[in-house]
């Protein structure tokens, strides 16, 4: 079973940074997809990026040129840079993963952490 760890989480001002990170405990398989979803209460979760070991990363557009996805493959870790936070941005964020390098953009990994809350004041 395949557990994702998120840390990072927390309270930032507007136009402030946070680095969220997550890492998969209890694997000897390789993520060949990670990356981090959000949600607000009532509404659906969300991709935020994605990156996997086939291809570049992929931004939703309400983050892009904001946020920078990174990972390490040989040590199944991800992590998400977010600059210039906007009160919009206000979410649980949820690591997830799949073995998969090859998953349709729509589809998430079968895996995903317990989630980070990150606010951010206006």
């Known amino acids: 079973q395949v557990q994702l760890v998120e840390s990072g989480g927390g309270l930032v001002q507007a136009g402030g940074s946070l680095r969220l990170s997550c890492a998969a405990a209890?694997?000897?398989?390789?993520?060949?997809?990670m990356g981090w979803y959000r949600q607000v209460p009532g509404q659906q979760r969300e991709l935020v990026a994605r990156?996997?070991?086939?291809?570049?990363?992929v931004y939703a557009d309400s983050v892009k040129g904001r946020f920078i996805i990174s990972r390490d493959n040989a040590k199944n870790t991800v992590n998400l840079q977010m600059n210039n936070l906007k009160s919009e941005d206000t979410a649980v964020y949820y690591c997830?993963?799949?073995?998969?390098?090859?998953?349709?953009?729509?589809?998430?990994?079968?895996?995903w952490g317990q989630g980070t809350q990150v606010t951010v004041s206006s």
């Open positions: 209890r694997t000897v398989v390789t993520l060949n997809t």
């Open positions: 990156i996997t070991s086939l291809h570049g990363p």
């Open positions: 997830n993963a799949a073995v998969s390098a090859a998953l349709n953009v729509a589809q998430p990994g079968a895996y």
